[in-house]
């Protein structure tokens, strides 16, 4: 359905006769105070009134009868619309050497990175959580049980929460990966898309796994929840919500810590409210929605 608000505008010249100029300000301002709505439409539903609007008021993503506006993760509806807070490990040891980690687990937090998992526990704390989702890999995992300390509800964990499988290039210290595997570390950095080890390409099943993680998540009972996992996925989490592909994966960076929020309406429409917030990170800062 295409809309167009229509409006008047009327000329006033000075030589206009009283009766005439009188006339003319009466049309002005009773279009001014009723403007209308024309639309076009294909539908054979009818006309939209405010009722229907009103109805649709959750299925649109606040905006009134747009259709494709952004598409459907899902591809069903949702039984109600969800607000979904995406948030990466803390510091591991791995990061702070310079390694690829990838699927591996044998990267863990470090101190500094309990500090920052406690931190963003602190951020969140006045926010209603219906679920917990984490990687079980442990440098999430840990992550997770700092965040969720306290919380009734138990920690769900989930595979398709884990971090892209980089084969050979884990555990290697990012310097030497580039030494001894040219082609395929520039690769992975500069076109990660195309990367790929033995016919298998990690980013474009990592596109695959992301929306296997959205729908368990989306599909949970509840309206608010949190998901605790690694840099790749979260970019993932986020390309495909967007309806991004792999090739605009470096597009998103995501900090230890970072914090991004997503609002699904109905139709399981995502929108992006914030992306990697890190005030928390350098203040007390607690964020209230």
Known sequence: MVCEALSLTIHFFTNLASNDAKLATNRYNLCRSTPRIRCS???????????????DYALTGSAYDFERGTISITRESLSSPKKVILVRHGLSTWNEEGRVQGSSNLSVLTEAGVKQAERCRHALANMHFDQC?????????????????GREEPLVFLDSLKEAHLFFL??????????IYPKEYIT????????????????????AT????????????GESFLVVTHKSIVRALICTALGLPPERFRSIDVNNGGISTFVFNKRGEAMLKSLNMTAHMYSDHVYLS
């Open 41 to 55: 439409s294909s539908s054979a539903e009818g006309p939209v009134t405010a009722d229907k609007l009103e109805n």
């Open 170 to 179: 884990e555990g290697m210290k990012n310097v030497d990966a580039k030494v």
């Open 133 to 149: 989702f984490s990687s079980p890999i442990s440098r999430a995992k840990t992550t997770a049980e700092v965040l969720w300390q």
């Open 188 to 207: 992975w950095r500069e076109d990660p898309a195309n990367f790929y080890v033995n016919g298998v390409y990690p980013l474009r099943r990592l596109w």
């Open 210 to 221: 992301a929306r296997d993680a959205w729908r368990e998540i989306l599909f949970t009972p």
